[in-house]
């Protein structure tokens, strides 16, 4: 019975997936909550979170993320988004533990964004130095990241 309840509430996060990628977002966060109330998993909460922040519910992307993390301690995209979301609230001091955890959780495929992120913080409070070694960092985990070469490019130039 588990098992089937897993399978559907996978189903239902990949049908979820495909429809916030296509901009159904309302259709997308039923799907997700769906998912969730049959087997909850971190990555719902984390994609719960992200479809409410493409509709600027950020406070929910946060708490949703929060739920996330408590299932699975270990997950890296929730710590990341909420400090991604913190910025943009212009929170920066409080996103950098957010992101700090992000840098060492155990299970994360995407180590270059909270890095990235990090970098925008000290670019922003001016403190250059550790941006562009924030910057570096998240172009080593991932030479393509375009944001991150951009970010370094430019953080070159200021410095200058």
Same mark, same amino acid.
């Given at each position: ?12 996060? *990949?049908?979820?997936?495909?429809? *916030?990628? !296509? +901009?159904?977002?309302?259709? $997308?966060?039923? @799907? ?11 990555? &719902? ?8 922040? %493409? ?8 708490? *949703?993320?929060?739920?996330?993390? @408590?299932?699975?301690?270990?997950? +890296? ?6 400090? $991604? ?16 955890? $992000? ?15 990090? +970098?925008?913080?000290? &670019? &922003? ?6 941006? #562009?070694?924030? %910057? ?12 991150? $070469?951009?970010?370094?490019? !430019?953080? #070159?130039?200021?410095? *200058?």
């Amino acid at each position: 019975m588990e098992d089937s309840r897993h399978e559907l509430a996978m189903d239902l996060f *990949q049908q979820a997936y495909v429809l *916030q990628m !296509q +901009g159904e977002l309302e259709t $997308a966060v039923e @799907l997700y909550r769906k998912s969730i109330e049959l087997y909850p998993t971190a990555e &719902a909460y984390t994609f719960l979170g992200w479809t409410y922040s %493409f509709q600027g519910r950020i406070d929910e992307a946060i708490e *949703q993320c929060k739920n996330a993390i @408590l299932i699975d301690p270990t997950f +890296g995209n929730p710590y990341n988004d909420i400090g $991604a979301y913190m910025i943009g609230q212009g929170k920066f001091d409080e996103a950098i533990p957010w992101l700090e955890k $992000a840098t060492i959780s155990k299970r994360y495929e995407a180590y270059h964004y909270p890095w990235y992120n990090l +970098g925008r913080i000290y &670019a &922003a409070k001016e403190m250059f130095n550790r941006a #562009r070694e924030c %910057f570096e960092k998240s172009l080593t985990l991932e030479p393509r990241y375009k944001l991150a $070469a951009d970010a370094l490019k !430019q953080l #070159r130039y200021l410095v *200058q």
